[in-house]
């Protein structure tokens, strides 16, 4: 397994439309390994392919959650290959978000609060399932990442210009 490097914007390549996964082969396990790692490591909780520059229809996710207040967080990978968004809540939710490509900004987005997805897990099976919480939203997010669009396009052109011009000064200061 390897920690691969995370596309930042204003990379164009996070601006590419992924495409569909069409084999699960021993390639794509590798990728999805390293995608984890990847993402432990940054960390944070969601990961899609194109991210690391791998313009396909993969998404990586683990909440890691605690099971209880005080209790450790618990990994719980999912995989999502060509995931498709069958329909969604009327009911909104926000959520502060941030992400891996957009360092150490976070901004509310709304989302719909509940959707029914389908996708392939890594072993090749076709799940539908409603998905809602935490895991709506940033699954979401991650879908986002395979039309090329950030979360930061969801925002007011002066709330997006406000947040990149704070992560410009921060690379300076960095
Ligand atoms: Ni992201």
Same mark, same amino acid.
């Given at each position: ?66 099971e209880e207040e005080e209790g450790e967080p618990v990994k719980r990978p ?11 809540? &009327?009911? +909104? ?5 941030? !992400? $891996? ?6 901004? @509310? ?5 509940s959707i029914r997805a389908s996708w392939m897990d890594r072993d090749g099976?076709?799940?539908? &399932?409603? +998905? ?5 939203? !940033? $699954? ?6 395979? @039309? ?25 200061a960095a």
């Amino acid at each position: 397994m390897a920690i691969l490097p995370i596309l930042e914007t204003p990379d164009p390549r996070l601006r590419t439309i992924s495409t569909p996964v069409e084999a699960i082969d021993d390639d794509l396990q590798r990728l999805i390994d390293d995608m984890f790692e990847t993402m432990y490591d940054a960390p944070g909780i969601g990961l899609a392919a194109i991210q690391v520059g791998v313009p396909k229809r993969v998404l990586v996710i683990d909440l890691q959650e605690p099971e209880e207040e005080e209790g450790e967080p618990v990994k719980r990978p999912m995989v999502f290959i060509n995931p498709h968004i069958l329909d969604g809540s &009327e009911e +909104i939710t926000v959520y502060n978000e941030g !992400c $891996l490509s957009v360092p150490e900004q976070f901004a @509310e987005v709304e989302r719909p609060a509940s959707i029914r997805a389908s996708w392939m897990d890594r072993d090749g099976r076709i799940r539908e &399932e409603r +998905i809602e919480g935490l895991l709506a939203t !940033c $699954l979401q997010h991650e879908m986002d990442h395979l @039309e090329g669009v950030l979360f930061i396009d969801h925002l007011s052109r002066l709330k997006r210009e406000m947040l990149l011009k704070k992560l410009t000064k921060a690379r300076k200061a960095a």
